[in-house]
């Protein structure tokens, strides 16, 4: 950030005086609201005492006497505040010089020799895709772009749920239903066909309670390695993997492992040896529980009375493992806020067991996905008709509902299903993106697809308009046929200020844990560069040049801050 440069150099040379230390300059330095109040601020109350001065006197004597950066043109007292104004030519160069340089890495963070696990999207096999898996998805997605960017080694997993009681379910579903276990028929199974399995078993056994004991046998027998039942396993896993990566292949999401829950069928004895060498395994109700009423909180399950294992059990050996295989220094659960209970005794065990390591692991809850009702109150979960919506469908609906409007606008626009369905895919992305994850989302089609307001249509749409006068231009401006002197207008001051606040950005949503200050800042850059372009006209104006090279370098950051955040940006509409 070029801001860090002008502070250092402010700071050394007000240390010169020897009122302050260059610290203390920078300690106390803050950057006014008001641009008209000048670029920073150093306040000299804290003088006061020693130099037995009003502020007010004390700032307006330094002002007369310090010597000033060649970056500052002017340095004013006022009521006991010395404020710089960074001369704007140098401060424009310094900024679009750095983009010009460092391209899309402009503004991201150095290497900081820090790994951090992300676990994501995480869905269950056998069942499709809801609409409301797009948050974790979206959400882990976005934070594994913005930790990358922010100089961690990232290692993003796919912790999906494919063990437990619910396999038991659906194969004694499938077989009750008699369909065919040959090889090619199993390899022919849909994602579709396996859902409607769950249903059928839920009402099935509605009436005949005595299919959850035979589910329960069946899984009992699957976890202690009986070769049919793993191969009906086997094919309804890839099943639901084809649809899965069909789907994060539209959303533009990617994994580093896919490592389910059956992968740590073997890691789990031990673990349930150290539980009990460390004197933690209680047998309570049958079960074996760590108990954690210190804590205030109920007992972590361990193991049933059939000797079958459970969710937490499979995420503590999994937890163990991602330390002893990746030494990370963070590791980030993206689940919703139902799940927090599990994470905190999940979490609690592992400190009991004495890892210290366990403090590194952070839930990071999200809210739910609410849909309006007919009577206009907003519930969880259901679409109008009733049903639950799928994720598959609402993508094809998004992309549906943007060609029709680019069928109308733009008739003979190449691609225009693709096209379609990348702004369709970044409108739900944007709509998940740019609340506080806490929030829940009010989905609306509406507000969601729109091209104005807070929208990913409306970030694509200024992200075109960018790159549409770079098309007209027809060349490319190199820095040096740069004028600055034409950039000192207040609306391309307020544009790269903003440009200059990415690193920023980038930090601030890794603290928090919060792709939402991010998805603000695509909004600020874009409203900023929609501003500038209304009122400079870039092409046959005089600025010309030095215009369409803000124009070049607002793309880029604004290319880069979309891509983070899962936005693909595209080229035209
Ligand atoms: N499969 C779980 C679910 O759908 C989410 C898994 C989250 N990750 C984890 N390590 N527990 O509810």
């Known amino acids: 950030m070029a801001t860090n440069l002008f502070k250092q150099e402010i700071a050394e040379a007000l240390a010169n005086t020897e009122l302050f230390t260059k610290e203390q300059v920078l300690g106390l330095m803050t950057i ?20 037995r001065k009003a502020p007010k006197i004390i700032a307006e004597d330094l002002s007369k006497q310090i010597s000033l950066p060649s970056s500052v043109s002017k340095c004013e007292a006022i009521n006991g505040y010395l404020n710089y104004y960074i001369d704007p030519q140098i401060l424009l160069q310094k900024i679009l010089s750095a983009v010009a340089e460092q391209g899309e890495k402009f503004g991201h963070l150095p290497s900081q020799n820090k790994t951090v696990i992300i676990d994501y999207s995480s869905p269950n096999i056998g069942k499709e ?5 797009i948050r974790s998805t979206m959400i882990g997605h976005a934070l594994s772009c913005i930790y990358q960017a922010a100089g961690y080694k990232v290692i993003r997993i796919n912790h999906l749920g494919d063990w437990g009681t619910q396999f038991g379910k659906l194969i004694v579903m499938y077989l009750r239903a008699e369909l065919p276990t040959d090889v090619e028929s199993l390899a022919k199974l849909t994602v579709k066909e396996l859902n409607l399995l769950y249903t059928q ?3 099935a056994a509605q009436k005949k309670p005595e299919m959850e004991d035979e589910a329960r046998e069946v899984f009992a027998k699957l976890e202690a390695g009986d070769e049919f039942y793993r191969s009906l396993w086997e094919a309804f896993k890839e099943a639901t993997l084809k649809e899965l990566r069909r789907i994060y292949k539209q959303l533009g999401v990617d994994f580093d492992y896919y490592t389910g829950e059956s992968f740590f069928e073997d890691l789990i004895p031990p673990v349930i ?20 009423e210190d804590l205030d909180l109920p007992p972590c399950l361990i193991r049933k009375s059939d000797g079958s294992t459970l969710y937490a059990t499979r995420d503590l050996a999994a937890a163990i493992y991602r330390q002893k295989e990746y030494a990370f220094d963070r590791c980030l659960y993206v689940v919703d806020q139902g799940q927090a209970l599990h994470f905190k005794q999940v979490f609690a065990v592992l400190n009991k067991m004495g890892y210290a390591w366990s403090k590194n692991m952070v839930h990071i809850p999200f809210g739910l996905i609410l849909h309006q009702n007919e009577d206009g109150k907003w519930e969880k979960g259901k679409t109008r008709t ?34 379609a369905m990348q702004i369709g895919v ?5 709509n998940d993106l740019k609340n506080r994850r806490l929030m829940d989302v009010k989905f609306d089609w509406d507000s969601a697809l729109s091209f104005e307001g807070a929208t990913g249509p409306y970030l694509q749409n200024a992200h075109v308009r960018l790159c549409s006068i770079q098309r007209r231009a027809g060349y490319q401006v190199e820095l040096s046929q740069v004028d600055w002197f034409h950039l000192t207008d207040d609306y391309s001051m307020e544009l790269v200020r903003i440009i200059d606040r990415k690193s920023t950005r980038i930090s601030q949503a890794v603290e928090h844990d919060e792709p939402a200050l991010l998805a ?3 909004l600020e850059i874009a409203e900023a560069a929609h501003r500038f372009v209304h009122h400079n006209r870039v092409l046959g104006s005089a600025e010309e040049k030095s215009r369409l090279f803000l124009v070049q370098c607002t793309q880029i950051v604004l290319k880069d801050v979309l891509t983070m955040l899962g936005v693909y940006p595209i080229e035209a509409m």
């Open 129 to 133: 895709l809801a609409f409301h898996h």
């Open 201 to 203: 078993f839920s009402k």
């Open 426 to 430: 970044s409108a739900l992305t944007f």
């Open 520 to 522: 603000q800042y695509a």
């Open 273 to 292: 040896d150290e539980l009990k060498a460390k004197n933690l395994l209680e047998v309570s109700q049958e079960r074996e529980v760590v108990m954690l």
């Open 32 to 51: 006014p609201q008001d641009p008209q109040h000048g670029n920073f601020s150093v306040p000299c109350f804290s003088l006061a005492k020693t130099l």
């Open 386 to 419: 009733g049903s639950a919506s799928l994720l598959r469908d609402v993508i094809a609906a998004a992309q549906e509902k943007i060609l029709e409007q680019i069928q109308e606008k733009n008739p003979d626009l190449p691609d225009a299903e693709h096209v």
